[in-house]
T-cell receptor, first 110, second 113 residues
């Protein structure tokens, strides 16, 4: 079983739609959680951290469920510019190494 | 402007050849990392360095070597022992006390001729 698992997609949605991605992690000792965004053929960039209480940044909402060991990302009012691959990232705390999921690809259509 | 630079953007390797990928940062970060990304897959850690003159193997270190002689620089050598080197190589760095947040360079695409 992979340490961090994501549905690879692609998720094809129309502009203005709401879309949600889930990610599961296997190590219950994981301490920190993040969503990174990666555009095609570019480097990943931090989108947002994920906190136990849930957090929101504009149209983006991240949630953490420690009991079920999953993380979610909700994007409201999708824009064409949201088209990218979203990487779920977990820090298990050992030397602060990050473990990356395979990514979920989002394609927002006009 | 502070940031991480990687060069070259594209690199071609012949059979049996060693090639070196450059990574430089002026963010004053102590920790630096090298990842490999294959199409449709997540990033896998090759090597990392928490401090100058020290580095550790990641999950897929075989066929690679690194050095960390300066804080700003963390070059990666892909040796001839790496039988499947074609991939997108990403360098990252993180600051003291915030090592869970990593900043990435633009990457180097390595292709085998």
């Amino acid at each position: 079983r992979k340490e961090v698992e994501q549905d690879p997609g692609p998720f094809n949605v129309p502009e203005g739609a709401t879309v949600a991605f889930n990610c599961t992690y296997s190590n219950s000792a994981s301490q920190s959680f993040f969503w990174y965004r990666q555009d095609c053929r570019k480097e990943p960039k931090l989108l947002m951290s994920v906190y136990s209480s849930g957090n929101e940044d504009g149209r983006f909402t991240a949630q953490l469920n420690r009991a079920s060991q999953y993380i979610s990302l909700l994007i409201r009012d999708s824009k064409l510019s949201d088209s990218a691959t979203y990487l779920c990232v977990v820090n298990v705390g050992a030397g602060n190494m990050l473990t990356f999921g395979g990514g979920t690809r989002l394609m927002v259509k006009p | 402007d502070g940031g991480i630079t990687q060069s070259p953007k594209y690199l071609f390797r012949k059979e049996g050849q060693n090639v070196t990928l450059s990574c430089e940062q002026n963010l004053n970060h102590d920790a630096m990392y090298w990842y490999r990304q294959d199409p449709g897959q997540g990033l896998r850690l090759i090597y990392y360095s928490q401090i100058v003159n020290d580095f550790q193997k990641g999950d897929i270190a075989e066929g690679y070597s690194v050095s960390r002689e300066k804080k700003e620089s963390f070059p990666l050598t892909v040796t001839s022992a790496q039988k499947n080197p074609t991939a997108f190589y990403l360098c990252a760095s993180s600051s003291p006390g915030r090592q869970e947040t990593q900043y990435f360079g633009p990457g180097t695409r390595l292709l085998v001729l």
